[in-house]
C-alpha cells in the first residue's frame, strides 16, 4: 500500500491552522494509521494513532481524523515549536509504509 | 521513567560487506513488545527495513532488504540486533529502532538512529 502526502510543503504563521493530508493507494483500517513529527537532527515522535486518538502527552491542538484511503492531521493553532515534517504511517499485509511527508514551515 | 532506546554499531563500510547494528532498551519490559528497524534517508523519506516479534517467533522484512539483513533480539539483555550482509550503496541511511505498541498500532519509542554509509 503507498501512502501519498499533500501539500509537500505548507508555510503558514504562528496561530494558523494547519491541514495536512494523508492519501493511500487502497483502503486502510483507521486503526492502522498514524501521525509522527520529525524535527531536524531528531527521531519520529508519534502524535497520532488509530486515525484519531492522541498519543500521551500530545496537546489537544493536534487532531487528525478520515478512513478508508483518505486521512487528515489538523493542527488547529500552529505554535511555534510546530514547524517540523509530519509523516503518516500504515500497516498492513505484514508490511509497514510511511508517506514521503509534509513539511510544514514558516 | 522515559522507555530509552539507544542504536549503536553504524559507521562507513564498502558494498558488498557486513555490518551489525544494535540497539539496547532501558525503563521497559522489553520482552513485552515486537521490536522494529526503520531507516531514513533524504531522498526515500522513511523506509520501514524489519520487524521480529516479542518472543521471536516471527520475523518480516522489507522488499529492498530481504534476504540480506536478519534481524534478532536477545530479551535477557534488552537488547536489538540487525545484521546487514552485502551491503549496497542504496543502504546508506540513518537506521533507527522503534518499538511497537501493538494496542495502538503505532511506534511509539524510537532511538537516536545511528548513520550507516555504504561508499567505496
Excluded at chain 1, 513529527?37 to 486515525?51: C, D, E, N, S, V
Excluded at chain 1, 483518505?70 to 504511517?89: K, N
Excluded at chain 2, 545484521?83 to 543502504?91: A, G, I, P, Q, T
Aim: neutral net charge; proline residues 4%.
Amino acid at each position: 500500500i503507498l501512502l501519498t502526502q499533500s501539500p509537500g510543503t505548507l508555510s503558514l504563521s504562528p496561530g494558523e491552522r494547519a491541514t495536512l493530508s494523508c492519501r493511500a493507494s487502497q483502503s486502510i483500517a483507521s486503526s492502522y494509521l498514524a501521525w509522527y513529527q520529525q524535527k531536524p537532527g531528531q527521531a519520529p515522535r508519534l502524535l497520532i494513532y488509530g486515525a484519531s486518538s492522541r498519543a500521551t502527552g500530545i496537546p489537544a491542538r493536534f487532531s487528525g481524523s478520515g478512513s478508508g484511503t483518505d486521512f487528515t492531521l489538523t493542527i488547529s493553532r500552529l505554535e511555534p515549536e510546530d514547524f517540523a515534517v509530519y509523516y503518516c504511517q500504515q500497516y498492513g499485509h505484514s508490511a509497514f509504509t510511511f508517506g514521503p511527508g509534509t513539511k510544514v514551515d514558516i | 521513567q522515559v522507555q530509552l532506546l539507544v542504536e549503536s554499531g553504524g559507521g562507513v563500510v564498502q558494498p558488498g560487506r557486513s555490518l551489525r547494528l544494535s540497539c539496547a532498551a532501558s525503563a521497559f519490559t522489553f520482552e513485552n513488545f515486537d521490536m522494529h528497524w526503520v531507516r531514513q534517508t533524504p531522498g526515500r523519506g522513511l523506509e520501514w527495513v524489519a520487524v521480529i516479534s516479542y518472543d521471536e517467533t516471527d520475523k518480516y522484512y522489507g522488499d529492498s532488504v530481504k534476504g540480506r539483513f536478519t534481524i534478532s533480539r536477545d530479551n535477557s539483555k534488552k537488547m536489538l540486533y540487525l545484521e546487514m550482509n552485502s551491503l549496497r550503496v542504496e543502504d546508506t541511511a540513518v537506521y533507527f529502532c522503534a518499538r511497537y505498541y501493538t494496542f495502538w498500532s503505532a511506534f511509539d519509542v524510537w532511538g537516536q538512529g545511528t548513520l550507516v554509509s555504504v561508499a567505496s
